[in-house]
Antibody, heavy 119, light 107 residues
Framework: QVTLRESGPALVKPTQTLTLTCSFSGFSLTTSRMCVSWIRQPPGKALEWLARIDWDDDKYYSTSLKTRLTISKDTSENQVVLIMTNMDPVDTATYYC???????????WGQGTLVTVSS | DIQMTQSPSSLSASVGDRVTITCRASQSISSYLNWYQQKPGKAPNLLIYAASSLQSGFPSRFSGSGSGTDFTLTISSLQPEDVATYYCQQSYTTPLTFGGGTKVEIK
């Protein structure tokens, strides 16, 4: 079955860089049209899509955050990494990684990891 | 970016009521519209994809319709276990975008 799990620090300080890792199983990111997205959700607020990496290594980013985000994949390890620079308290949120298909839905989600930005 | 606007932002209905949630896209997205159900403290779950296809595991009281810019999620007979926040999302083009969510409660 398809599973995804996010890992990374629970607490980061303002201006620091956040590195999150998504470890997945049950599918391959070498399969045509397969992709992994990162989505976040501040406490009590709506979902916000952040970035996506496709099977062919195409990468897409949120317009408002693209200068701060980098997404990459390690297909041999079945991992996707998201790096977000210059963290701010407004970036406090639960961060989800999820499987998707190009032009298709986000069909499997990780459980999410809460990241708090505070000094 | 394509903006997704949901209405209402919240609703309260009785068990057995028919519930309708609307999602509007700022430009045509054909049928590249998905709905997610998120229960408190949990990750979202895919509910409806391609505007009207019900994801496996969800009961048939959930249905989706629409194309172009206007879409609807309907719960034909609201049940207590349907208490959740529902989000629409377009997969027509990147950047992907979500609606603001509709919180459904039982009256």
């Amino acid at each position: 079955q398809v599973t995804l799990r996010e890992s990374g620090p629970a607490l980061v300080k303002p201006t620091q860089t956040l590195t999150l890792t998504c470890s997945f199983s049950g599918f391959s990111l070498t399969t045509s049209r397969m992709c992994v997205s990162w989505i976040r959700q501040p406490p009590g607020k709506a979902l916000e899509w952040l970035a996506r990496i496709d099977w062919d290594d195409d990468k897409y980013y949120s317009t408002s955050l693209k200068t701060r985000l980098t997404i990459s994949k390690d297909t041999s390890e079945n991992q996707v990494v998201l790096i977000m620079t210059n963290m701010d308290p407004v970036d406090t949120a639960t961060y989800y990684c999820a499987r998707c298909q190009s032009s298709g839905p986000i069909d499997y989600w990780g459980q999410g990891t809460l990241v708090t930005v505070s000094s | 970016d394509i903006q997704m606007t949901q209405s209402p932002s919240s609703l309260s209905a009785s068990v057995g009521d028919r519930v309708t949630i609307t999602c509007r896209a700022s430009q045509s997205i054909s049928s590249y519209l998905n709905w997610y159900q998120q229960k408190p403290g949990k990750a979202p779950n895919l509910l409806i994809y391609a505007a009207s296809s019900l994801q496996s595991g969800f009961p048939s009281r959930f249905s989706g319709s629409g194309s172009g810019t206007d879409f609807t999620l309907t719960i034909s007979s609201l049940q207590p276990e349907d208490v959740a926040t529902y989000y629409c999302q377009q997969s027509y083009t990147t950047p992907l975008t979500f609606g603001g969510g509709t919180k459904v409660e039982i009256k």
